[in-house]
């Protein structure tokens, strides 16, 4: 994968850095509002932190979850709640995910990935197309994920795949495993058909 860089052994601070970076070269580069769409889980909110450090305009930033669990927003698992916390005392839009919201093209999608392969809450069980007509989906992971046993709402591949640059951030030998099978083609999980559809830069952080 030419389009394809891997950076290893950075820290919270390093990938938050490079964040912001890349979103100062999207604000200079454009009038009007850098819109990314960000993941899930534990991994990103300390990254998140670092990166709200940084001086830049956070009022021009719309911020997408690229997936949430059906829970309320003020649930302790909600995606969206947490992102709310960190990115609104900033001057953020942080929008939230319903099926029937009109999807723009990122600036940057910033994507987690389970074990399982999953990125966003699109797990192999359901099958994600990079020709889906859809660009928002609610689904039903199986398993259920016992630290989260909820429904979900998800981006599509497609809509993932309309942005100007993708980034990862994967932590673990486990995770690091099913990325490498992905880059190399041993499987097709959502993760490798996400990578084989992508023509945008990827930058991968392990």
Known sequence: MDNLTIIEGSGDAAIADWLAGRLRDALGAKDGPVTITVPGGSTPFPIIAAMLEHDLDWTRLVVWPGDDRIVPEDHAASNTGRLRDLF????????????????????????????????????P??????????????????????????????????????SDALVFVIRGDEKR???????????????????????????CFT
Do not use: Y
């Not at 839009?93 to 809450?121: K, N, Y």
């Not at 495993?177 to 830069?201: F, N």
């Open 125 to 162: 069980n359901t099958d994600p197309r990079v020709d889906e007509s859809r660009a928002i989906l609610r689904l039903t992971p199986d398993p259920l994920p016992p630290e989260a046993p909820f429904d979900r709402i998800s981006l599509t591949l497609p809509s993932l795949l309309a």
């Open 177 to 203: 495993a099913v990325l490498d099978q992905a880059i190399s083609g041993q499987h097709d999980l959502p993760v490798a058909r996400l990578l084989k559809a992508a023509t945008q830069p990827v930058t």
């Open 88 to 123: 609104e005392p900033a001057g953020s839009e942080v929008v939230t995910l319903t099926v029937m919201e009109a999807v723009p093209r990122f600036d940057l999608a910033w994507l987690g990935m389970g074990a399982d392969g999953h990125i966003a809450s699109l797990f």
